[in-house]
């Protein structure tokens, strides 16, 4: 028989305090000449987009250093470059039995996107991964919905080099009136740790405002032993408990004690089905779990510049003022630039000359093109030319050669969209499907807004098996009553099921039939296709082509040319804007002989 006893155990805020300190002061060896500290890069990039000095916003004469920001342009071309909309995201079948289902999954989802506010969630999440290159996604389920969120870099702990490796910790305040509100946490706990608020502080330990009645929290979430569990909610840990994972939630704080111990406050403890975080990238880094975003590929082009500024706003300053220069031996070892700067004035003795300094302006050009120099290193980093940047071209640079820039510049953003369209689609498999399924148990008739080829692929399926349907039960019911029933008409029936239809314009019934929507939607995230707009496309190339693929189209013998179809359906597909299978599959109508018409007389 197993038996129980006592082990030593690392508690969770042990864990997290460790953790921080080694985030916070460790560095991570990319190479051989490549030493990277994951913290450092993000208060670098949280600095220069705020426009703000890591160095100080003054030199060691008390002047003001002029920060040139060149990085927010930059992120905000990537943000810009690589949105995607709520109206970009749908989900398409991979089989013709699950047609229907799609329709119905699509109606969800935009159901969902619009009370969730998607939306701003698509904006928050495009300008993180333009600004710092990643960013984490959080999906937590809240009062019964799944409420989808940004965590800021500024607030995660994680390894610099593989996200899933070590639990993930992310830094929160809360007021006493919000701990005691939430009924799942410990109230015990929670009434013994209000007395030591605390104020807001950065992962560094520095004070971030003024506000006194915020306790600092820290949730953990990653795959921790079965004896850890035990050890927060105070169980006796057996034999093998250490050597058992279990994904787990942990919500702890601590406070340092006048023996430079820890004073632990557990407030929760659990385990979870899935980790709800889920780290997304532009172009993903080997080795570095933060990749390279906008601000970070011009580190030192911002450095640079800022530096540059600097002498060139020092040279004009000096350059504005008079200065003199004397032979008196009482001025021996004095600070001329520290005596105009501070305004002192300058005396000398009789008989001693007192002539003029010649302080004209230096050479301001060579600083300027040194300027310029760094400022197109900066948009080949980033791919970010002029023309992208929304700067005319020189009078008489030729078209073809700003079309091919900019083409050439959107061709990485292209990368970029398709990685957040693949982030999305794991947003969807592994978060918001399976959300949406657990609310479907039930086989209710549910109403369903669809787009106008949405409407004709469902009524050319749905009307031919309606009209058999009905008239198989009316027959039925004419057997029973010993009548013998009507000879089938096709035409008849499916334009009875129409006008019925006709009502209801773009919207449809749906129903599961004799099972929920849940076991019809069971292995939907598995047998369906995610599709994600890339909207850097060229919207005149793409309206162009529309044009001349509907006026090939309208021509009347387009139908009994099958080379002229297979054509436009590949034009359709390399452009990107309608997919050829939302194309409806037309059939030509009979050609009708006109009667034959008797003269009269």
């Known amino acids: 028989m197993e038996s129980s006893r006592p082990m030593v155990q690392e508690t969770i805020p042990k864990i997290v305090q460790s953790a921080i300190e080694n985030y916070i002061h460790g560095t991570t060896k990319i190479?051989?000449?490549?030493?990277?500290?994951?913290?450092?890069?993000?208060?670098?990039?949280?600095?220069?987009?705020?426009?703000?000095?890591?160095?100080?916003?003054?030199?060691?004469?008390?002047?003001?250093?002029?920060?040139?920001?060149i990085v927010v342009a930059a992120a905000n071309i990537w943000f810009r470059a690589t949105d995607i909309d709520r109206k970009d995201i749908r989900i398409r079948e991979t089989r013709q039995s699950d047609i229907f289902l799609t329709f119905f999954a699509?109606?969800?989802?935009?159901?969902?996107?619009r009370r969730e506010r998607f939306g701003v969630f698509l904006n928050q999440w495009g300008l993180a991964l333009a600004q710092y290159g990643s960013a984490v996604v959080k999906f937590v389920k809240k009062d019964g919905r799944l409420v989808p969120s940004i965590v800021p870099w500024n607030r995660v702990v994680c390894d610099p080099v593989d996200f899933e490796a070590l639990p993930r910790i992310e830094k929160i305040y809360k007021t006493p009136a919000q701990l005691r509100k939430m009924a799942e946490l410990d109230q015990t706990?929670?009434?013994?740790?209000?007395?030591?608020?605390?104020?807001?502080?950065?992962?560094?330990?520095?004070?971030?405002?003024?506000?006194?009645?915020?306790?600092?929290?820290?949730?953990?979430?990653g795959e921790l032993s079965v004896a850890t569990y035990k050890a927060a909610k105070k169980i006796d840990i057996k034999d093998g408990d250490d050597k058992e994972y279990r994904q787990q939630v942990h919500l702890i704080s601590y406070q340092k004690n006048k023996d430079d111990g820890l004073d632990e406050y557990t407030l929760y403890c659990g385990y979870e089905e899935q980790d709800p975080y889920l780290l997304t990238h532009l172009l993903e880094q080997d080795g570095r779990t933060l990749a390279i975003g906008a601000v970070e590929y011009l580190f030192d082009a911002q450095w640079m510049q800022n530096h540059t500024m600097k002498n060139l706003k020092d040279t004009l300053d000096i350059s504005s003022k008079l200065l003199f220069q004397t032979a008196d031996a009482n001025y021996h070892?004095?600070?001329?630039?520290?005596?105009?700067?501070t305004g002192d004035i300058l005396t000398h003795a009789e008989n001693r000359p007192l002539t003029q300094i010649n302080n004209s302006k230096a050479d301001v050009t060579a600083l300027q093109n040194f300027s310029m120099q760094w400022s197109r290193l900066a948009q080949e980093l980033t791919a970010t030319p002029e023309s992208l940047r929304g700067i005319t071209p020189p009078s008489g640079t030729p078209y073809s050669t700003t079309a091919l820039l900019t083409q050439q510049a959107g061709s990485l953003f292209d990368k970029m969209t398709q990685n957040k369209g693949l982030a999305l689609e794991d947003m969807l498999r592994k978060f918001i499907i399976p959300y949406l399924k657990t609310k479907m148990d039930t086989s209710e008739e549910i109403m369903a807004l669809m787009q106008e080829q949405d409407i004709k692929r469902i009524d050319a399926m749905y009307v031919p098996n309606e009209a058999i349907r009905r008239y198989n039960t009316r027959a039925k019911e004419n057997i029973l009553n010993l009548e013998i029933p009507a000879p089938f008409n096709k035409t008849t029936e499916e334009q009875i099921v129409k006008q019925e239809l006709a009502p209801l314009g773009n919207q449809r019934a749906l129903s599961p039939g004799d099972i929920t929507w849940r076991e019809a939607l069971k292995d939907l995230e598995w047998d369906s296709e995610v599709l994600i707009t890339n909207e850097s496309t060229d919207k005149n190339v793409v309206a162009t082509t529309l044009t001349q693929a509907l006026q090939l189209i309208l021509n009347p013998n387009y139908e009994q040319n099958p080379t002229a179809k297979m054509i436009v359906g590949k034009i359709l597909s390399l452009v990107g804007a309608v997919s050829p299978v939302e194309m409806p599959a037309t059939q030509t109508p009979p050609v009708v002989p006109m009667p034959a018409i008797t003269p009269v007389g």
């Open 106 to 113: 699509n109606a969800l989802l935009q159901d969902w996107m």
């Open 333 to 341: 070892g004095r600070n001329i630039l520290s005596a105009i700067e």
């Open 31 to 69: 190479g051989d000449y490549v030493s990277w500290s994951m913290h450092d890069t993000i208060e670098r990039i949280t600095a220069y987009l705020n426009s703000k000095h890591i160095s100080g916003d003054k030199d060691s004469l008390g002047r003001d250093k002029p920060f040139f920001n």
């Open 189 to 221: 706990v929670v009434e013994n740790l209000i007395t030591a608020i605390n104020t807001r502080k950065t992962l560094s330990g520095n004070q971030k405002d003024n506000q006194s009645e915020f306790i600092e929290l820290f949730e953990v979430h």
